[in-house]
């Protein structure tokens, strides 16, 4: 079994920053790609960012480009999601995943394991 545990969110005003922690634990993830998914109220869970564990190849989606890094340890098994120049729109429910491939993919369908989600909340 995969346990994915998610750490760091919280209440932080438009233009600040939240690091985002994903602790793996029951596998050994050497094979698997990690991704940070988001859902706000009434919306469906949308893809963030992704990473694979060995070549550390990273995606973004266009709305967090250049404003939100994700990165690994591998030793520790955790993945981050470091989020800076915060917006209202950022608000959701962000939820760490993990993906049997070897392969970085933006749907939810592909990922095998999820964390139980850890709130983000950026006040105007």
């Known amino acids: 079994q995969v346990q994915l545990v998610e750490s760091g969110g919280g209440l932080v005003q438009a233009g600040g920053s939240l690091r985002l922690s994903c602790a793996a634990s029951g596998r050994t993830f050497s094979r698997y790609a990690m991704g940070w998914f988001r859902q706000a109220p009434g919306k469906e869970r949308e893809f963030v960012a992704a990473?694979?564990?060995?070549?550390?190849?990273?995606y973004y989606a266009d709305s967090v480009k250049g404003r939100f890094t994700i990165s690994r340890d591998n030793a520790k098994n955790t993945v981050y999601l470091q989020m800076n120049s915060l917006k209202p729109e950022d608000t959701a429910v962000y939820y760490c995943?993990?993906?049997?491939?070897?392969?970085?993919?933006?749907?939810?369908?592909?990922?095998?394991?999820w964390g139980q989600g850890t709130q983000v909340t950026v006040s105007s």
């Open positions: 995943a993990a993906d049997s491939s070897h392969y970085i993919n933006t749907a939810k369908n592909d990922y095998d394991y």
């Open positions: 990473i694979t564990w060995t070549f550390g190849s990273s």
